[in-house]
């Protein structure tokens, strides 16, 4: 009873208040007709806190997420059924769902008058800015008797599930080649002659061991070519995502990190609608997704919700151990990478094999620039990558990203290409 009288409200207590005022006034001045108006004055509120009490428990409702998946920037909606099943009429009903400051304002909702089993249907809409597992709930309801002497708070609705995931771009265009997957970048098969094998070349790289030289196909084509080793192919491209904590710079949306995840999803998408295996591994060789070419719908779901779930990374290099691509082609999405975890990325790739790279000029995003000269810079780590054969593409926040992943496709052929934004 006491936790029921807790939900008067200020107009039920003070007539409360003055009932019990009119019964002492009766009581010394021996007035019947008096004492008879305060214990009605008396029993109304708390008549009317038992009924709505007994009313409360008889209010159900359900959430509909449309759609349960939703990308960052893009709209979704909530959609509230809320009916009564007791026959006891209800008051006015005023609602209250949980919404994450991530999805946007909280909504509230007044009902008036709430209809018996016909639901009452309330929308609302939701404004994703941060990707995310987010919780939208719980719903409250505040009951209202029609007099406003109580009124009751109850939570309808727990917790609903929305998966934000990161931005998709389109892209068009793979990196040039024998096809992505081949493991050779720009490779070609000639045909020798009759009673000669077959040989693979491609053009020369800075490092290539000279004693590889095709001469033939050199003479052919006017420019060195190198034979590789032909090897059964291992099938697909591996995408490694830089999220270490300490190679990005900014924060919310515009934070690196969020730059990189999003294109990182793009890469996977477009590349599994080419027809491609994909992998998605972060810079330590877990894997988020492995996603094989035919897989459809289902597995852009598992790369998005994967991509969707993750946080940054606490690690401060890069240190694999081992080659995360196992042999297949790679394209990395590095922040900012200090010479040894450049070189840890070397050591373990074989030659011959492509490797592409993405690099963030993370201090573009701080507001800052890292400066050629400064250890470990963009600049630098490029020149290293470079270096060693890889196709290297620097990009900054104003770097859009299908001009990236064109520049990317076509950096063996041109090296040291700087897409708008970056330094």
């Known amino acids: 009873m006491l936790r029921a009288l807790s939900g008067l409200t200020t107009r039920g207590r003070c007539l409360l208040a003055a009932g019990v005022a009119a019964a002492v006034c009766a009581a010394v001045l021996n007035e019947r007709d008096l004492l008879r108006v305060a214990l009605f004055v008396v029993a109304l509120p708390l008549l009317i806190v038992l009924f709505v009490a007994a009313t409360r428990v008889r209010i159900g409702a359900t959430r509909t997420l449309l759609p349960e998946r939703v990308a960052v920037g893009r709209s979704g909606e909530v959609q509230l059924e809320l009916w009564r099943n007791g026959r006891l009429p209800a008051g006015e009903v005023m609602l209250e769902d949980g919404v994450p400051y991530a999805l946007g304002g909280r909504p509230r909702f007044v009902v008036e008058h709430l209809p018996h089993h016909r639901p009452v ?13 987010q919780q939208v709930g719980p719903l409250r309801a505040t009951i209202t008797d029609p007099f406003g002497l109580c009124e009751f708070d109850r939570e309808l609705i727990g917790h609903s599930r929305l998966v934000v995931v990161p931005t998709v771009v389109g892209l068009s265009g793979l990196p040039i080649g024998a096809g992505i997957g081949s493991g050779d970048d720009g490779s070609i098969r000639l045909h020798a002659g009759q009673g000669e094998t077959d040989a693979i070349v491609r053009q020369y790289r800075q490092g290539d061991d000279l004693r590889k030289v095709h001469w033939p196909s050199t003479a052919r084509r006017d420019e060195i070519m190198v034979r590789i080793e032909e090897r059964p192919w291992r099938g697909g491209t591996t995408v490694l995502l830089d999220h270490r904590a300490a190679a990005h710079h900014g924060t919310g949306p515009a934070a690196s990190l969020e730059w990189a995840v999003s294109f990182g999803a793009s890469v996977c998408l477009h590349l599994r609608r080419a027809g491609h295996r994909v992998r998605l591994v972060t810079e330590h060789g877990t894997v988020l997704a492995d996603t094989p070419g035919e897989g459809g719908e289902y597995y852009d779901n598992i790369v998005l919700d994967s991509l969707a779930a993750l946080q ?12 995360p691509a196992h042999g297949q082609e790679l394209i990395a999405v590095l922040g900012t990478v200090s010479n040894e ?23 573009a995003w701080a507001g800052g620039t890292g400066g050629p000269d400064q250890p470990g810079s ?20 104003s770097s859009p990203m299908p001009e990236v992943w064109s520049g990317l496709c076509t950096s063996a052929a041109r090296r040291g290409s700087l897409i708008g934004g970056g330094s």
């Open 121 to 133: 249907a309330l929308r609302y809409a939701l404004q994703p800015v941060l990707r995310g597992i």
């Open 312 to 323: 940054p990374a606490h690690q401060r290099d890069i240190t694999t151990g081992y080659d």
């Open 341 to 363: 975890s450049v070189h840890e990325l070397i050591r373990y790739r074989p030659r011959g094999t492509r490797s592409l790279a993405v690099l963030l000029d993370t201090p």
């Open 378 to 397: 963009v600049a630098e780590s490029a020149t290293l990558l470079r270096a060693a054969g890889w196709g290297v593409i620097v990009a900054g926040p």
